[in-house]
Structures are given as structure tokens and as C-alpha cells.
């Protein structure tokens, strides 16, 4: 069966990351499913449990479908797993990583590479979530906006002030990098956070192109319907140390997980944190799999002497291999 990782004993100090909501792109996956007939594999898989094109949807889009929260997180987590197959079909097996993470949706792809979610399950699980999401955002819709120059603290404050003085909800939703953070919630809180943000100094402040204010409280009722998904869904302890996105440290039993994917939808992404977890553990290599390189980025920002791998294309696959290859 398709989408069972196999892993061999490594030696060398690495994280395996995986990217969430906005690393999409057409054309993702597509070269690693020409190239690499495990990869492929994958995202048939994806198409028959789905019971419709996903792989198509990546490979040649609408990109409007893409973007679409519903159709995006069951593509990251496919596009991810493909390259894992990829790297897997050239190695005979993965070396073992210090850490699993992903930001957010690739969190999901993070526990299905650990062996905790099947692979399968996660992409029932990610279809869910983003039907759940697109659902609160219609009822309850909200901002979310990027917050560049400031410190947590200042941004924490800054949105507490503005939850205080409207009754509103703004909070801190990604702690991405050091000097940049991403906010979430309604409206009235929001245009009071954003304008006290850059009163307060920030390089910038930018709304982003959504309707849908995840990692805030009005995704309490998709947060409520999804625990019920998540508790129906084998999970399985975890091959190494999966990095929990809320808690910013290892995940240790199946009700863990099962607590972070339920807690993460209306929680921060505490990414800084995650990451100078696996640093302060002795990590200096990163790659990460599946679509784009903003985790990349990141972690340029988080640990600028860190050695990072993307993983995206038949070219990723080679400089991980050659890295990791016996």
C-alpha cells in the first residue's frame, strides 16, 4: 500500500518539515509524479480516496480550485507525501529524523510521515478541515494580517488592548520567524489591532487575501466538528518526535495529537518556538517536503547558519539524496 513510510537509523541531527496553507502553487507535484512512479502512486491514491482529480487539481489547476481552503490542504498533504515517496523510491528507505514538524495543515502531513495518521485518514481528515473552515468563514468571517518589525510581546499586548476596547477578537495566529507574525479574528478587532500595531511601530502591517480568520476563536465551531473526526481516526505513537504546533514541543501519546489537531484550529502556530526546539536539540539540517520553500525562509530568519534542503521537484530529491544517501 502506498503512502507507509519505512525508515532506517540515522546518525545525522535533522528535521523533516512540512508546509501548510500557502504553498500551493499549479504545477505542484507534477514533475515528482512524471519523474518518480512511487510519487505518482500517491496522488492516485489521493484521486481514489477522494473520489474525484485531486492530482489534477495540482498538476494543471484552475488555480481559483486550488486556492479554494477545501481543495488546498488535501493537495499540500498529497504534494508532501509524494515527495517523501520520491526521496523513499531513490533511498530503499528514509533516514529517521531528529524532529517531524509542520506549520499549521502540515501538521497533518508532519504525523501521516511519522506513521501516526494513515495516509488515507489524512486526507479525509484535511478534507474535512478545510470543508469546516470554508463553512466558519462564511458564517462568521474575519481577517487575518501580517505583522513585520515587532516583537511577540508587543503584538500580544497591542491585540489584548484591542480585544479589550471593542469586545472584539484579534490575536496572535502564526509566530512565524522573529519580526514576523500573522493576526487573526473579527473585524472590530481587528482594524483596532491593525491600527494600534502600527501606531506602535510596526514596519508594516498587511491584511492578507483571506475571509477565513484560522488559528482565532471563531474557528471554534469547525474546531468542534473536526475533534469528532479526529477521535474517530487511529492514531498511532509516532516514529520520532512529532513538534506540536500550539505547544512548541514534542507530541508523546495519541491523545496528545489528538488534543493539538483540535486545539490548533483556534490556536497560535507557535513556529519560532517549534523550531528553536528542534535548534536547542542540536538540529542544524531542515528539509523541507512538499510545495514551495516559505518554510525554508523562515528557518533562514529563525537560524541563519542552519543548513536547509527543499524538497519540491526531482532536483530537491537529488540534494537530499546526496546529503542523506549511503
Known sequence: MSGVFVYHKNETPFALLFPGQGSQAVGMGKQLAESYPAARAIFDEADDTLGFALSALCFDGPEESLTDTINAQPALLATSAAALAALQSVLGSLPTPTFFAGHSMGEYSALVAAGC????????LVRERGRLMKEAGQKSPGLMAAILGLDE?????VCADAQAAT????????DNCPGQLVISGDRAGMERAMAGLEAAGARKVVALAVSIAAHSPLMAPAAAELKAAIDATPV??????????????PLTSADAIRGELAAQLTGSVRWTASMQHAVDAG???FAEIGAGDVLSG???RIARKS?????ADPAGVEAFVARFGQ
Request: glycine share 10%.
Open 117 to 124: 495518521i494513515a495516509y488515507a485518514d489524512g486526507l479525509r
Open 153 to 157: 510581546a508587543v503584538v500580544a499586548q
Open 167 to 174: 469586545g472584539g477578537i484579534a490575536q496572535i495566529a502564526n
Open 236 to 249: 498511532h505513537l509516532p516514529l520520532a518526535p512529532v513538534i506540536g504546533n500550539t505547544t512548541a514541543s
Open 283 to 285: 538540529v542544524d539540517i
Open 298 to 300: 523562515l528557518m533562514k
Open 307 to 311: 543548513e536547509r534542503i527543499g524538497v
